[in-house]
């Protein structure tokens, strides 16, 4: 299961904002001998509407489907 952890702006070289949001994986064990234990996974990024995003360095993506870079805004 996912979970939403924030949304943020950004801003794309085209000039359009975009809204991009944190999801993490719900992990949950149980051990033999005690209670399960929950916890997060690595965080994956998408946009709102939930289209396909490629990481790029200092917290730029590029959008999968057009090639636009979106920057925090």
Do not use: H, W
Not at 47 to 60: A, F, H, I, M, V
């Amino acid at each position: 299961m996912m979970q939403e952890v924030s949304r943020r702006n950004y801003i794309g070289d085209d000039g359009l904002a975009y809204v991009v949001v944190e999801m993490k994986p719900v992990l949950t064990t149980k051990p033999i001998d005690g209670p399960a234990v929950t916890g997060y996974g690595t965080s994956e990024f998408r946009l709102e509407g939930n289209g396909l995003l490629y990481d790029k360095d200092n917290d730029c993506f590029e959008i999968a489907t057009t090639g636009v870079m979106i920057r925090p805004a």
